[in-house]
């Protein structure tokens, strides 16, 4: 199974930026997709989650301002932020619980990131 992650870049203070992620190779079903964030040297922290029936959670920091979506047909992850801040920059990572064809649990896989950079 491979993430594919994507939408990442350099946007001022109060923008927007879509981010994406598609998982791809033998994928039975995916429960839980999510976004997390790593600043180098740093700890992943949680940015937020969604399961395959609809349910988000999110971090605090980002409440109000990000919005994670997904298409199960294309087994996509999307992350729309939206009033873009400074202390927003990081690396950010895709991450997708899947059920492989002949497996009866999940295995967590990660994408490679995207780079996020917001200037003030």
């Known amino acids: 199974v491979q993430l594919q992650a994507s939408g990442g870049g350099l946007v001022q203070t109060g923008g927007s930026l879509r981010l994406s992620c598609a998982a791809s190779?033998?994928?039975?079903?995916?429960?839980?997709m999510g976004w997390y964030r790593q600043a180098p040297g740093g700890q992943r922290r949680l940015v937020a989650y969604?399961?395959?029936?609809?349910?988000?959670n999110y971090a605090d920091s980002v409440k109000g301002r990000f919005t994670i979506s997904r298409d199960n047909a294309k087994n996509t992850v999307y992350l729309q932020m939206d009033n873009l801040q400074p202390e927003d920059t990081d690396n950010y990572l895709c991450?997708?619980?899947?059920?492989?064809?002949?497996?009866?649990?999940?295995?967590?896989?990660w994408g490679q990131g995207t780079l996020v950079t917001v200037s003030s």
């Open positions: 991450t997708a619980d899947v059920i492989s064809t002949g497996d009866s649990k999940a295995s967590r896989y």
């Open positions: 190779g033998n994928i039975f079903s995916i429960n839980v």
């Open positions: 969604i399961r395959s029936g609809g349910m988000t």
